[in-house]
């Protein structure tokens, strides 16, 4: 046996040596006595077998260091090296500055009918070079080891992620999570005047639906003092913005105004947030919100954004404008049919007004909260001259309707003692309600009115997004 696996070796040397040193145009077939077509420099036939490429991991992969040559005789002979991901399963080429994946390219053309299908940490990270085409997950995705060890670590190093979409360049596409999972997203960029910080950065007039992140619970989101923090994006503006049926949870989101487990801002254009949850700790300084930090409006404030059928579970900390669901709701925003659960609290004791509440913080102007319900189990605010604390909202100019809230409310105010609530389910305080009401079915479809449509509701529990 040892003396015909020798033989092998020497033939295939012998093979490989004539085929790639000889000046001379050899044509080779391997596996058959058939001669070998004009067109062909070597055929491997067999109906028994393949040829089998060689199976790297990500990592393994990215350890030859293609983008690292600097030699260009060396840079052009790399280029069309194939190997065989394990972590993605896919056939990938070297294009001789990135890594190109052979199932991408026949799969999907870009456009809303035909999106790019997105397999691997590789053909997500490339949506950022066409903002504007259209996408669709193929599975889940975990970049865990692309930030580690990867592309993405050789990057980006100890930021993490770079989110997709700025200010200069936004995400103007659409990406279909088709029910799948993104895993292990991390950011750190708390550094002053870095942008909006998500797995998107700014979305205008694009859209991401059905998707679920799940942010590394060891090293979370962290924005620093920078403006606009979400988990799916920072922003989102422009007619026809919309984040749907998405899901945050895993690790701890913090940065400074405008943060929200969705998406920090919802701006003008009529952009929208729906059916999405959360279950992660949101922290920050002003317009903090367990779903939305923000809803506003464009400067006519006739086009605000919306927020509806949502909900969070996590606890919610800030300095003004901190909310269960959405820190404020400005202008002509629009926040309705959402609950949240988890303690809501002010983090930083100075003399400045602050507004703290279960569902938002404040409602100004033109804004609007019906039909919501706070089932936190408590809402405080530190020691502060001017507290403006309240169940369902801490402080309203804007308009409330049929807003409820648990009775049995821990509450507490700006000078540390226990709140007098009022009940009123127009009032920043809401209806009063208790924990049996929570767990009945046909307490949701009557009395706040909620859709069966949109939500499972089931005796004894919570409801969830269908």
């Known amino acids: 046996m040892k003396i015909i696996k020798n033989y092998s070796c020497i033939f295939i040397t012998v093979v490989i040596v004539l085929f790639f040193y000889l000046p001379v145009k050899s044509q080779v077939t391997i596996g058959s006595q058939k001669a070998s077509q004009n067109f062909s420099i070597l055929e491997l036939i067999s109906t028994e ?30 280029k069309g090296l194939v190997v065989y991901n394990t972590d993605v399963d896919c056939l990938e080429f070297w294009s001789g500055d990135k ?14 009918t035909n999106p790019y299908i997105i397999c691997s940490p590789e053909s997500l990270d490339a949506i950022r070079d066409k903002p504007d085409a259209h996408y669709k997950l193929c599975g889940d995705i975990d970049l865990t080891d692309y930030l580690a060890t990867g592309a993405g670590q050789t990057k980006w190093g100890s ?10 360049t936004p995400f103007t596409g659409s990406l279909d999570g088709d029910g799948h999972t993104i895993s292990g997203l991390w950011i750190q960029h708390p550094e002053a005047g870095f942008g909006s910080v998500g797995l998107f950065g700014i979305i205008y007039s694009g859209s991401v639906k059905n998707l679920t992140v799940e942010i590394d619970a060891a090293k979370g989101i962290n924005g620093g003092i920078n403006t606009h923090v979400g988990g799916i994006a920072g922003r989102i503006r422009g007619d026809g913005s919309a984040i749907s049926n998405c899901c ?24 929208s947030v729906t059916c999405c949850y959360t279950s992660i700790n949101v922290s920050g300084s002003n317009g903090i919100g367990g779903v939305v930090g923000q809803i506003s409006s464009d400067v006519t404030a006739e086009r605000g954004g919306s927020l509806t059928n949502s909900y969070a579970t996590g606890n919610v900390t800030g300095t003004t404008g901190v909310g269960g669901v959405a820190g404020r709701v400005q202008n002509s925003g629009n926040l309705a049919y959402c609950y949240a659960t988890g ?17 938002s913080g404040r409602v100004d102007s033109n804004g609007k909260i019906n039909s919501c319900v706070a089932l936190n189990s408590s809402v405080s605010s530190t020691v502060v001259s001017t507290a403006y604390v309240g169940r369902v909202v801490g402080n309203a100019d804007g308009s409330l309707s049929n807003n409820w809230a648990l009775s049995n409310m821990t509450i507490t105010d700006g000078n540390g003692s ?18 049996t009401n929570s767990k009945t079915a046909n307490w949701w479809t009557t009395v706040p009115g909620w859709d069966n449509n949109i939500w499972n509701f089931v005796n004894n529990q919570l409801p969830t997004l269908k």
């Open 343 to 359: 303690a809501i609290s002010r983090n930083a004791p100075n003399t400045n007004a602050n507004y703290i509440g279960g569902v």
């Open 49 to 78: 077998g393949g040829l089998r490429l060689p199976q790297l991991t990500s990592g393994e992969r990215d350890s030859l260091k293609l983008d690292a040559l600097t030699d260009s005789v060396t840079i052009e002979a790399a």
């Open 248 to 271: 945050v949870k895993g690790g701890d989101l913090r940065g400074g105004n405008s943060v929200g487990g969705i998406a920090g801002r919802v701006d003008h254009g009529n952009s």
């Open 159 to 168: 930021n993490g992620w770079l989110p997709i979409g700025d200010a200069t």
């Open 418 to 435: 226990p709140k007098v609530t009022i009940n009123n389910a127009g009032n920043v305080d809401g209806a009063d309600m208790n924990d």
């Open 99 to 112: 890594w190109i994946s052979l199932c991408q390219p026949a799969m999907g053309n870009g456009t809303e």
